[in-house]
């Protein structure tokens, strides 16, 4: 193969790679504007990136059984096709059901896409140019969020949240005729097999936690049967998950990977990595349209802001490589600590510039902690066992991501109601202190109309204390995995 048509293999991979990368956070900035369109509470259309991520991560660790069922090459083709489909059905949804059920699609489609891409380039390149294949390929996963929430920011301020999705289409045909020409198919089949049993449990118990985790909060949590029903299932689930790995000869999880202690460790860290990944994605949009009022235009540029930072750590990290993992691990989760304990210092008044910066140093510590977290992971886990330790790697970082942006807005939304009750009891014709004027400044409780003044400011200054409180427990998720790193060995 000519070093043009390994460029040009590099360049489709990369393309793929963008388009998958630009859409995992291209949804966030228009959240406000679908909860307007589609009726929704703050809960309800976070159900629109939850199921996306859960969706992306059941699929995920099925991608080397169908590229070796079907081939990199149709498999590439098929992500693609079925990919900008659920884009075009995301755009064209009426309902949030609809929006949720074309989203699930979008990411099982999208799930493949990073995975056989890696894969096409690392099969183009001869090892000694791995290093430098690798880099341009993650550029792909580098810009794309930077550049997908300010486009979809733009497009959503002077159209509406549709063209968010619509925006996708060209850069699947681009990603198409990409692969359609340039990636050859070489023929070659795996008999792999797959473990159904343990996919099926494992998708159910994570489909069911989730259901668990979103709808707690509007159901009263263990006091309705639906929640019940969930944990029931969810428990059933791992149950037999976990017998069936432990009595199958091919189980769907090797049971060799829980020897490996630097694995396990590994893996404690990418699901405490996932918790933090997309959390202030979600929670910031609806900040700050909702309590600040600003336009989507600005906040794809906060947002951007994050992939800005991610790409100055994955550029620190080309001339880090031989500093301890263990060392740039507590650098990076510090990073995301002050950063959750950053933004929790806001106040209403909501300075662009106070959560610019604040997400940017979010946006370094993600890209300086990915490199390590790998390192430790894989550093003494035998070759054999590398394919089943990534796809349960990237597992875990989806599921931690959907699970903790479920319990922050359910934070968001219980803080909010304590903090409004707390408040109210001070609004009263019995407390003396609200008939002094420099105390009362402008609010009257004397006519309807005022109360209802008085309550709207209420609910924003108990909002706004729930977002807060949202932000300290993202700094506590980041602080409370420090001592677990001294378990790893070099």
Same mark, same amino acid.
């Given at each position: 193969?000519?070093p043009?048509?390994?460029?040009?293999?590099?360049?489709?991979?990369?393309?793929?790679t963008?388009?998958?990368?630009?859409?995992?956070?291209?949804?966030?900035?228009?959240?406000?504007?679908m909860q307007g369109?589609?009726?929704?509470?703050q809960?309800?259309?976070?159900?629109?990136?939850?199921?996306?991520i859960v969706?992306?991560?059941?699929?995920?660790?099925?991608?080397?059984?169908?590229?070796?069922?079907?081939?990199?090459?149709?498999?590439?083709l098929?992500?693609?096709?079925?990919?900008?489909?659920?884009?075009?059905?995301?755009?064209?949804?009426?309902?949030?059901e609809?929006?949720?059920?074309?989203?699930?699609l979008?990411?099982?489609?999208?799930?493949p896409?990073?995975?056989?891409?890696?894969?096409?380039v690392?099969?183009?390149?001869?090892?000694?140019?791995h290093?430098?294949?690798?880099?341009?390929?993650?550029?792909?996963?580098?810009?794309?969020?930077?550049l997908?929430?300010?486009?979809?920011?733009?497009?959503?301020?002077?159209?509406?949240?549709?063209?968010?999705?619509?925006?996708?289409?060209?850069?699947?045909?681009?990603?198409?005729?990409?692969v359609?020409?340039?990636?050859?198919?070489?023929?070659?089949?795996?008999?792999?097999?797959?473990?159904?049993?343990?996919?099926?449990?494992?998708?159910?118990?994570?489909?069911?936690?989730?259901?668990?985790?979103?709808r707690g909060?509007?159901?009263?949590?263990?006091?309705?049967?639906?929640?019940?029903?969930?944990?029931?299932?969810?428990l059933?689930?791992?149950?037999?998950?976990?017998?069936?790995?432990?009595?199958?000869k091919?189980?769907?999880?090797?049971?060799?990977?829980?020897?490996?202690?630097?694995?396990?460790?590994?893996?404690?860290?990418?699901?405490?990595?996932?918790?933090?990944?997309?959390?202030?994605?979600?929670?910031?949009?609806? *900040? =700050?349209? $909702?309590? %600040?009022?600003?336009?989507?235009?600005?906040?794809?540029?906060? &947002?951007?802001? /994050?992939?800005?930072? #991610?790409?100055?750590?994955?550029?620190?990290?080309?001339?880090a490589?031989?500093?301890d993992?263990?060392?740039?691990?507590?650098?990076?989760?510090?990073?995301?600590?002050v950063?959750?304990?950053?933004m929790?210092?806001?106040?209403?008044?909501?300075?662009?510039?106070?959560?610019?910066?604040s997400?940017?140093?979010?946006?370094?510590?993600?890209?300086?902690l990915?490199?390590?977290?790998?390192v430790?992971?894989?550093?003494?886990?035998?070759?054999?066992?590398?394919?089943?330790?990534?796809?349960?790697?990237? *597992? =875990?970082? $989806?599921? %931690?991501?959907?699970?903790?942006?479920?319990?922050s807005?359910? &934070?968001?939304i /219980?803080?909010?109601? #304590?903090?409004?009750?707390?408040?109210?009891?001070?609004?009263?014709?019995f407390?003396?202190?609200?008939?002094?004027?420099?105390?009362?400044?402008?609010?009257?409780?004397?006519?309807a109309?005022?109360l209802?003044?008085?309550?709207?400011?209420?609910?924003?200054?108990?909002?706004?204390?729930?977002?807060?409180?949202?932000?300290?427990?993202?700094?506590?998720?980041?602080?409370?995995?420090?001592?677990?790193?001294?378990?790893?060995?070099?």
């Amino acid at each position: 193969m000519t070093p043009l048509g390994r460029a040009l293999i590099l360049l489709t991979a990369t393309s793929v790679t963008f388009l998958y990368a630009m859409t995992v956070s291209i949804a966030n900035v228009s959240l406000p504007q679908m909860q307007g369109s589609l009726s929704a509470t703050q809960d309800q259309i976070a159900w629109v990136v939850t199921f996306n991520i859960v969706a992306t991560a059941v699929v995920t660790p099925m991608s080397g059984w169908l590229a070796g069922r079907f081939g990199a090459r149709r498999l590439a083709l098929w992500s693609i096709v079925l990919f900008a489909i659920a884009s075009l059905l995301c755009g064209l949804a009426n309902s949030l059901e609809a929006l949720v059920l074309y989203r699930i699609l979008q990411g099982g489609a999208g799930a493949p896409l990073v995975p056989i891409s890696q894969a096409i380039v690392l099969e183009t390149y001869p090892k000694h140019q791995h290093g430098v294949a690798t880099a341009v390929f993650g550029m792909g996963v580098v810009f794309g969020p930077i550049l997908g929430p300010i486009a979809g920011g733009f497009l959503s301020e002077a159209y509406n949240w549709r063209w968010v999705f619509f925006m996708i289409l060209p850069f699947t045909l681009i990603a198409l005729i990409g692969v359609w020409i340039f990636i050859k198919d070489n023929g070659v089949r795996r008999a792999t097999r797959l473990d159904w049993t343990g996919l099926l449990t494992l998708t159910i118990s994570i489909a069911t936690l989730q259901l668990m985790l979103d709808r707690g909060e509007r159901t009263g949590w263990f006091d309705s049967w639906e929640i019940i029903v969930y944990s029931g299932l969810c428990l059933t689930a791992i149950y037999v998950f976990v017998v069936h790995c432990m009595t199958s000869k091919a189980p769907f999880f090797p049971l060799a990977l829980l020897r490996n202690r630097n694995y396990m460790v590994g893996l404690v860290l990418v699901l405490m990595f996932g918790m933090l990944n997309f959390t202030p994605m979600t929670l910031l949009p609806a *900040l =700050l349209q $909702n309590l %600040g009022g600003h336009p989507d235009s600005i906040i794809g540029l906060v &947002l951007g802001a /994050r992939g800005l930072g #991610t790409l100055t750590g994955f550029t620190f990290m080309f001339f880090a490589s031989r500093i301890d993992p263990r060392y740039l691990l507590i650098a990076g989760f510090l990073m995301q600590g002050v950063s959750g304990w950053w933004m929790a210092q806001s106040d209403l008044s909501l300075s662009m510039n106070w959560f610019f910066w604040s997400i940017y140093l979010q946006g370094l510590g993600v890209g300086i902690l990915w490199v390590p977290i790998s390192v430790v992971a894989f550093s003494t886990l035998q070759v054999e066992l590398t394919q089943d330790g990534t796809a349960f790697l990237h *597992l =875990l970082r $989806n599921i %931690g991501s959907s699970i903790h942006i479920s319990l922050s807005i359910t &934070l968001v939304i /219980r803080s909010a109601q #304590t903090s409004y009750a707390e408040l109210s009891e001070h609004v009263s014709p019995f407390n003396e202190n609200w008939a002094l004027p420099w105390v009362s400044g402008a609010w009257n409780t004397g006519t309807a109309e005022g109360l209802a003044a008085v309550s709207g400011e209420l609910g924003r200054q108990s909002a706004m204390i729930g977002y807060i409180n949202s932000f300290y427990f993202f700094a506590l998720t980041a602080l409370i995995v420090l001592p677990l790193i001294l378990l790893v060995r070099r």
